[in-house]
């Protein structure tokens, strides 16, 4: 089964960026939809960005409050998977997720649609 581990959380000041790794481990299939997602506590989760990879190229997707700041990608062997964070605001603060999409579901940002997380690492902007 899909195994993911985070890395590359921490504590920044607003505007400065971050990068965050997800290994993804135990993958079968020519597809992979990857994502990640994020948690502040009291709130709910909230997709942030996912790619979807298969025999035909790479498909992404960016929630608005992100969508320029941050980018993800994958490398070519697809084990590993990274999300790019510039420009970081305060309200980015929250635990970040992986997440691995359920076979048969679209690798949209519902939570529901993924069935493997990681352990989630923190991320911290100061104003």
């Known amino acids: 089964h899909v195994q993911l581990v985070e890395s590359g959380g921490g504590s920044v000041q607003a505007g400065e960026s971050l990068r965050l790794s997800c290994h993804a481990s135990?993958?079968?299939?020519?597809?992979?939809?990857l994502a990640w997602f994020r948690q502040d506590p009291g709130k709910e989760r909230e997709g942030v960005a996912s790619i979807f990879t298969n025999a035909y190229g790479r498909s992404t997707l960016y929630a608005d409050t992100v969508n320029g700041r941050f980018t993800i990608s994958q490398d070519s062997v697809n084990t590993t998977m990274y999300l790019q964070m510039n420009s970081l605001k305060p309200e980015d603060t929250a635990i970040y997720y992986c997440a691995a999409g359920r076979r048969g579901f679209s690798c949209t940002l519902v939570a529901d649609n993924f069935g493997t997380w990681g352990q989630g690492t923190q991320v911290t902007v100061s104003s």
């Open positions: 135990g993958y079968t299939g020519s597809s992979t939809c």
